[in-house]
């Protein structure tokens, strides 16, 4: 009898596994438990995808399109899950994955995608610095990697200071987007606010600082505000849309009057890494040298 009770007992260990284990960590929507050490990652954030991949964690599954060329070996190995807004749920069911990391343009996919695996939602807010590094410690938790994330946090502070240095008394910058021959303007808390708050860009507009999603400008803005840089952003080229480049749009009589064009200091950042993968680890340190180098005339 005590042997069958034992038999049974064992039988039932067997049976029933055992227990994920978690780690709470900080995401977008506040704390939330993820799985420790999980295998099979499926990402639907370029920023996350970028991130993780600076940390070493495989990625098994991700979105159809990274458009970012740092992440093409990511694209070409993962498995193809569908797009930020359409997950490929069938793909996702068959990969079984220990956790799903949504963001930013994914965000909404949270909770349907939760009813699959665990989910977090890691977008990166316009408050982006700060919540950059939130994510990069917090996937260092998740994944075992606390002493990478510091390595990387290390690097990009550093990458950071050299720009915020270089960038010191040398005028004042505008900040715009291009969409074809559409043109917005940006400023301190804007998308991408963290290129005045952080790197310390004096704006040459402050009036437009608070607009969070850009602000409607036109050629004669632009002539009039008179800045002594112009940092650009070309959104068609980050989608990889056919359309009327960034520079052509800004080539003009007005745009040319300015001490920015005159000077040779009108600067296209690398529109993919800044707009699609802005707050990944890599993206922002690629930006940051793009900028170092020119204002230090490199």
């Known amino acids: 009898m005590v042997f069958r009770t034992l038999a049974c007992a064992v039988s039932l260990m067997v049976a ?5 284990e978690t780690v709470t960590v900080d995401t977008f929507r506040g704390p939330a438990e993820a799985p420790l050490k999980p295998e ?7 920023a996350a995808a970028d991130t993780l991949t600076a940390l070493g964690v495989p990625i098994a599954g991700t979105l159809n399109a990274l458009y970012v060329d740092y992440l093409d070996e990511v694209a070409e190995t993962a498995a193809d899950l569908g797009t930020f807004w359409e997950p490929d749920v069938e793909s996702l069911h068959a990969m079984a994955p220990d956790l799903i990391v949504v963001g930013s343009r994914s965000s909404d996919q949270v909770e349907p995608l939760s009813n699959i695996a665990p989910a977090i939602d890691m977008t990166v807010s316009y408050d982006t610095i700060s919540d950059a590094l939130a994510r990069l410690a917090a ?8 002493e990478q994330a510091a390595a990387l946090r290390a690097e990009f502070e550093a990458r950071l200071a ?4 270089a960038a010191a008394g040398k005028g004042t910058a505008l900040v715009v987007m291009t969409n074809g021959p559409k043109i917005s303007a940006y400023g301190r808390g804007g998308r991408f606010g963290w290129l005045h708050d952080s790197v310390g860009l004096p704006e040459a507009a402050p009036q437009i600082g608070e607009s969070v999603h850009g602000e409607s400008i036109s050629f004669e803005f632009i002539q009039e505000t008179n800045p002594d840089w112009l940092i650009v952003v070309d959104r068609l080229a980050a989608i990889g849309r056919p359309g009327e480049s960034a520079a052509a749009t800004l080539d003009n009589v007005l745009v040319r009057e300015t001490k920015a064009w005159q000077a040779g200091q009108v600067v296209y950042l690398n529109a993919a890494d800044i707009y699609i993968a802005g707050g990944g680890i890599q993206s922002m340190n ?3 040298d793009q900028l170092t180098a020119a204002f230090e005339g490199r």
Request: aromatic letters at 12%; glycine letters at 8%.
């Open 162 to 165: 050299q720009a915020k240095a």
């Open 139 to 146: 996937y260092g938790e998740i994944f075992g990697r606390q």
């Open 40 to 46: 099979t990652v499926a990402v639907f954030d370029v």
């Open 16 to 20: 029933t596994p055992l227990l994920a």
């Open 286 to 288: 690629r930006t940051l």
